[in-house]
């Protein structure tokens, strides 16, 4: 995963303190007031507009695509899948691979969509790993709403992560949408997140 924010996104993470995921644009300029009171209290921090996406682990996807001859197929689990397969491809292009190496990709591995019959085949899979983070923090319901694809289609694995929600009105949307809350700040601050992710 990945900590702070800079103009390209997040940066990398350490994993040594429990991590936490923010759904807002951090302040411009001086350190956002809630990275920095999750820092001070040995919690690692970053932050995601819910207005954009960003992927993880493409440099190893770039990795096993180049390395297709030791695959059968490719199999797409999601729409997100086909779009960082797509930025992978992207990404060996820019970086000047071979581009016989990106054609033989494309027109040699067969493709499949995931269904209902592909868990009855036998076959191997090289999977990346997800790395889902300790405490997620939601700060508005159309938070909510602007991320329920990642929630729908497993990109987040919630039951690895800790909900927090900003307020009553935030987690009132979590809630109707069936989504378990540990905490809900009684106040709009950090000091108020910090309280909810406490709760036991």
Known sequence: MSVGHDEDGPTEMCTTNPSVLLFRAPKDGDEDPFEKALKEASYSPFSISVLEFHFQNIDKLVTSLLDGQKFLAIVLTSQRSVEAVSLALQSMEDEECPKEKKR??????????????TAKEGFTLSEVTKVAPDYIVYFSPSGVQYTLDLLQDDTLPLKHSKIIAIGPSTQSELTKLEIPVHGTALNPNPAGVLAAMSTK
């Open 104 to 117: 033989k990709l494309c027109l040699d591995l067969p493709c499949f969509v995931v269904g209902e019959s």
